[in-house]
């Protein structure tokens, strides 16, 4: 979906969102509150310039704006792989924009994500998936690693993980797989301003992913082994 036809439909009540170089950025009316939105378009790479911009909006809304929601738009292929990138380390550049919507979380700031059209790997990871909850369009492209890459990687023949994938949301690309592990809140079809409304009165801080990856039967071990280690933990302490 267009990313203005998404977000006349997201806030039907106003916004001031502009697009600048793939970068989204502005504040729009939900409800009664205002939002802050921040996100990308076009398939965008994550390279260090648009990681900055997302990090400072974020960070400028917890000093200017306290408790105000923040909408994470996302739309991008991943991390931009540049030699450039790289050196001026990408990596520091994406951990701190995952650390400033911690920060704005944890200062009670109700953070959604909104997977809209492609989320890949690092991309997604340091945005959609740091926020309270992510949610995504039916026809979302969501991935961390395609499967040809991904038998590069492991040394599995591309045959195995495709027949894997059939069975296993772990191995299998889309917003359904998503869903079913958890790491994708709900679907949204239909009135998207309702839902972006109802998404933020019921944001919870506390992360359920594994839960909800279990409850489905996507991740059916993740949850337990997280519990059996954390019981370890408190035992090993008492």
Known sequence: MNWKELVNQLFPQGHDIAERECFLSGSAQVGHQTVTVIGTTEHTPIGIEIAQAQAQAVLATVRDYP????VILVDTQGQRLRHRDEMLGINSYMAHLGKCIELARRRGHKVIGLVYDQALSGGFITSGLMADA???????TIRVMGLPAMARITKVPLERLTELAKANPVFAPGAEN??????????????????????????????RRAALG???GGRRLAHGVMQAVMNDGIAGTA
């Open 67 to 70: 408790g105000r929601p923040i």
């Open 134 to 140: 992510c949610y995504a369009l039916p026809d979302a």
């Open 178 to 207: 998503y869903f079913l592990m958890g790491g994708v809140q709900a679907l949204w079809q239909g009135d998207l301003a309702q839902q972006m409304q109802e998404a933020l009165e019921k944001a919870d801080p506390h992360d």
């Open 214 to 216: 279990e409850e489905r």
